[in-house]
Structures are given as C-alpha cells and as structure tokens.
C-alpha cells in the first residue's frame, strides 16, 4: 500500500462506491419505482409499528418485474434518514444461494465437479472434511456442524479461527440435515481456490456484474457504503444500535451481501432465465438433499423447499446483529416477496409474506386452505407429543434425533404455549414418507409447522 494509510484507503473506496452507485439513486429519484397497493401498504405499515421496527422495505416481484416496493421509517434514525428504494439491507443468510450460484457457475465452466470431494480444492481442512463432496455441504448434509467456540460477530474469524471452532462431525454424511454456515464459509473458500479471485470479487464480477443489478454488493462493515442501513435493536426498551460486525465477518460466504429493493427483479430474472447458470444446473438448486434412510430434507442448495396445494414453493431467511429478511416464492403463480428491515420483528415475517403472495393470487398460499383435525390418530398423538417436548423414538425419527442433539435443544416443550386447536392444512408425498402443515392455535397469533413424516409416522424434520 506504500505509504498510504488505512483510512486513506477506506476514504478511496468511499469514493469509488459512491461514483458506482450514483447513477442507480439518481435513476431511481427521476423515475421512482411502482409502490404497493395502499391496502398491503397499511398492513406492512401496521406490522412494522407493532414489531417496533426502525426501518423497513417490502418488495414484490412478478414475472422477473418489480410490481412495487414500499419503505418504512428510517434506514438511518439519528440522521432521520428515510428507508427507500435504494436502501441496502443486509440479507444475512439469505445470500446463501449466491453462494451456491457461484459454485455452480464454477462447475459449469468445467472449474470442478459438484460431486469433488472438498478437499481436492481446499486445503488446510480438518482430515475429516477432506473426503466430503461439495454438493453435500451445499445441502447441509455433510455432517460439518455450525461454528461454536471462538466465534464473535465484532472480532476477525479467520480460516484456523473456524476449524478450531467446529466440533466433531454431526452423525455421518447424509444422514441428516444440519444446518451449517461452516459449511458454507467453507464454500466461499472453495471459490476463492479455484477461481483465483476473492469470494467478494466473484461474487460482482461474474453474478452480480452479469445480471444487471444496480446497488447489489458484498458489506464491508468498517466501510462507509453509500446506501446501506444502520442496524438496531431495542434492549430493555431503548433502542440501541447492534453491535458492528468485523469486516470480514461482515461478507462471509455464508452470509454476507447487501440488497436494494431495486435489486430483487433483474437478479431473480438473469437467475431464472438461465443468464448465470443453465437451466439444467439450476434445475439441482431446487432438489432436496436425499438421506441415507432413503428420505429427503427439506433443503436444496441455498433454498429452503416445500409444497403448497401441490406446487413448489422456495424461501430463506436471514439474520446478522441488527438486520433480518426473508424471501418467499411462489414459481407457479410467479410471484416472489422479500421482507428486509434493520430491527428484529419478533413474530415471524413468513406469515405476512404469505399475506403478501395472498392479495396478489387469492387462492395460492396456505393462508386460505380451510383447516381439519388429522385424520391419523397416531400422528395426531406424535405431533402432541413433539410440541410438549417429548424425545422418545417413537415420536422422533433417527435424524431429528441427531439433528436436534447437534443444536443442543434444551429441554422443555418446543413451543411458547400450550396449543389450543391443532389443525391440518395440507399435505403431500415425499420418498419413504411425506409432509404435512399444521395450523397450531396457542390463544396468541396461530403458527403453521412443516412437519416431515416417516413412513413410520415419526417426525423427522421440522419448519
């Protein structure tokens, strides 16, 4: 760096950002992006006051189009900055099917294989990682637990920091789901090896760069991003500012990008119309990941994969210190809902997505499927019996067993109250056993539960 300082650096790179992004804020204060019916526009305005959110974007997207986004209140609250449509939010692990993206891209370019052993690529793994194929870690099916001891958001975490923090393998391969941000971390190195550019390079040059998208970029958290939303969260009813993460820890590749409501539509369009990987390679995203006992999880690569009234519906979440999202989509009725905002909502944002996808295709979402009691007896049992905290075999499969000693689950029942009604919404097959979505009426807001079930009537994975 010669004799420049840190902070002449970090001045030059302000610079740049802000020349980059110029044209995308001024584009957007000239000709502004649609809004959201007013009656979706006072619901979101509604849940955001009752969640105590700072700031806020709701986005929808619909065949490759932005339909309309809405802001609420303030991206930045001591400098009384409001959240608009260029307003960048970090999307946690929600970038994690970038991630995956990236490998696939890497594999159709004939880079490496999405069945090579981790190992072949990456070096300085622990000895037990090195045989694991790469499409079991974009499953979280590798066994490779999430990191634990050493791990703070403020402080650096390195390649060493991380094997020194993952314990012992979780079972063996593919036996069950655990979901690993260690795994995915170790994805961005992977990228890293065989690309020869950094995972934040990689990521902009050939996805982002590609796609069009306007603001689209990996966080930097000591770094002044044009843009970007300050993170909050209340404490003890003061609204505090969340801890700032390390820069590096910032844009992990489990992790670590910052979208705009701007963004949403090119990107999901050049991903669906096959501008990043074929169709064929994009078609593996959306398979769930298959288990030794023969069943599958509920998981892709970098999506999370359910049925409703027998069509595909995909979503993630996200969340770092200060920030929370989700997306949802509907691909048959073309619809997809993003929620991004720089609070902490303390009831699910899921259930007002499906609100979201329910106003623009009455009839799409679970929300209006009539509820009935289930008609098996022993699964009504078992299900009773899961929500008051019970861990015998009979009611939990082999791979919940493991899954929920891997996330060191303390005792008690799984659910805030008792419930009051349980009620079946919908069901479906899967290989060796099948699905159900439950309605489950506590006397405070209703929760839905995706409960996969074996051929045995045991549970064996849970949403």
Request: neutral net charge.
């Amino acid at each position: 760096m010669g004799n420049h300082s840190r902070r002449d650096v970090l001045l030059a790179s302000a610079v740049l950002s802000a020349a980059a992004v110029r044209p995308a804020i001024a584009a957007a204060a000239t000709n502004p992006p649609p809004t959201l019916p007013p009656a979706l526009r006072t619901r979101f305005d509604s849940y955001c006051v009752d969640q105590k959110l700072p700031g806020a974007m709701l986005a929808v997207v619909r065949r490759g189009r932005l339909e309309g986004c809405y802001g609420y209140g303030k991206a930045s609250v001591p400098f009384d900055v409001p959240v608009a449509p260029t307003t960048l939010f970090h999307i946690a692990s929600m970038s994690k099917h970038v991630t995956a993206l990236a490998v696939l891209r890497l594999v159709e370019r004939n880079k490496l294989s999405i069945d090579d052993p981790i190992g072949k690529h990456v070096t300085g793994l622990i000895a037990w990682m090195n045989p694991l194929p790469i499409r079991l870690m974009l499953g979280h099916i590798s066994g490779i637990a999430d990191y634990e001891a050493g791990f703070t958001w403020d402080r650096p975490f390195d390649h060493d920091a991380l094997m020194k923090s993952v314990p012992d393998p979780i079972g063996r391969p593919r036996e069950t789901l655990v979901y690993s941000n260690s795994a995915y971390a170790i994805l961005g190195w992977l990228i890293e090896a065989v690309s020869g550019k950094s995972y934040v390079d990689y990521v902009q040059d050939e996805l982002f760069k590609p796609a069009g998208l306007p603001l689209a970029r990996a966080d930097a958290a000591d770094m002044p991003v044009v843009g970007r939303a300050e993170p909050y969260h209340w404490v003890d009813g003061i609204l505090h500012h969340a801890t700032r993460m390390d820069n590096a820890v910032s844009h992990m590749s489990d992790g670590g990008l910052l979208f705009s409501a701007l963004d949403w539509a090119p990107w999901l369009d050049a991903v669906d119309q096959g501008k990043i990987v074929s169709p064929d390679l994009l078609a593996s995203m959306y398979e769930p990941g298959l288990l030794l006992s023969g069943r599958v999880t509920n998981y892709g690569f970098g999506w999370f994969l359910e049925k409703v009234r027998g069509r595909d519906v995909r979503s993630h979440t996200g969340s770092v210190p200060g920030f929370r999202s989700r997306i949802l989509r509907y691909p048959a009725a073309e619809l997809t809902a993003i929620f991004q905002t720089n609070g902490d909502p303390a009831f699910p944002m899921g259930t007002f997505l499906e609100e979201v996808i329910e106003h623009y295709r009455p009839g799409t979402t679970f929300l209006s499927l009539p509820g009935q009691p289930e008609p098996s007896s022993q699964r009504a049992k078992h299900l009773a019996a899961y929500l008051a905290g019970q861990d015998d075999e009979a009611t939990l499969a082999p791979e919940l067993v493991l899954a929920e000693k891997a996330a060191k689950r303390p005792p008690g029942p799984r659910i805030a109250h008792q419930p009051i009604e349980i009620s079946l919404l919908d069901t479906y097959p899967l290989p060796n056993g099948s699905a159900s979505r439950y309605r489950i009426d506590t006397g405070e807001r209703p929760v839905t539960m995706l409960i996969g079930w074996s051929a045995a009537d045991q549970i064996y994975f849970v949403r």
